[in-house]
């Protein structure tokens, strides 16, 4: 299996704020990459995929990136909406997960 | 309305089944592979299994080969997931996942519909 890490665990920012949440794959997978967030009590949504195509409806404040083992998710400004915890996952072979950054008000 | 709505959870004994189902609304739903996404209490999110668009092709997660099947009846519009020989470790919110189809002739991974979820306990 492909193991997806995640880092940091958890990250407090304030509105406004630029934020950057890093995933990196145990093996290469080119740019078969996802990300969602998900709230409390409520299904994941998929935010980003193929590593940095925007998901339709999703705001252009995010923003992914990489290839290979590493990659990004930015968020450029964040907004009250947007404190959840936000989860990578490989799309190259069955699908593996991080184990999430949670994203909290400063 | 472009929704998934699941049901069929509940709590059951170590060693019990339970099979859920997984409602599709507002898409054609025969033209798009399936999943079952699972997350444990306080934890992150595992992918159980999947289902081609026809039905024709299965897929399963290591952890719940030979204990689950998933099936699906496009004339119902709906996915199944029968899940037998249910352990303490299956507990876990599941979740159906609606494949993006983004790849033409190859299975996607991306999955860009999700259902709310229908919990399922395994306890004595």
């Known amino acids: 299996d492909i193991q997806m890490t995640q880092s940091p665990s958890s990250v407090s920012a304030s509105v406004g704020d630029r934020v950057t949440i890093t995933c990196r794959a145990s093996?290469?997978?080119?740019?078969?990459l996802a990300w969602y967030q998900q709230k409390p009590g409520k299904a994941p949504k998929l935010l980003i995929y193929a590593a940095s195509s925007l998901q339709s409806g999703v705001p252009s404040r995010f923003s992914g990136s990489g290839s290979g083992t590493d990659f990004t998710l930015t968020i450029s400004s964040l907004q009250p909406e947007d404190f959840a915890t936000y989860y990578c996952?490989?799309?190259?072979?069955?699908?593996?997960f991080g184990q999430g950054t949670r994203l909290e008000i400063k | 309305e472009v929704q998934l709505l699941e049901s069929g959870g509940g709590l059951v004994q170590p060693g019990g089944s339970l099979r859920l189902s997984c409602a599709a609304s507002g898409f054609t739903f025969s033209s798009y592979a399936m999943s079952w996404v699972r997350q444990a209490p306080g934890k992150g999110l595992e992918w159980v299994s999947a289902i081609s668009g026809s039905g024709g092709s299965t897929y399963y997660a290591d952890s719940v080969k030979g204990r689950f099947t998933i099936s699906r009846d496009n004339s119902k519009n709906t996915l199944y997931l029968q899940m037998n020989s249910l352990r303490a470790e299956d507990t876990a919110v599941y979740y159906c996942?609606?494949?993006?189809?983004?790849?033409?002739?190859?299975?996607?991974?991306?999955?860009?519909?999700w259902g709310r979820g229908t919990l399922v306990t395994v306890s004595s």
């Open positions: 996952q490989q799309a190259n072979s069955f699908p593996t």
């Open positions: 093996q290469g997978i080119s740019s078969w």
């Open positions: 996942a609606k494949h993006s189809g983004i790849a033409v002739g190859y299975l996607d991974w991306y999955f860009d519909l």
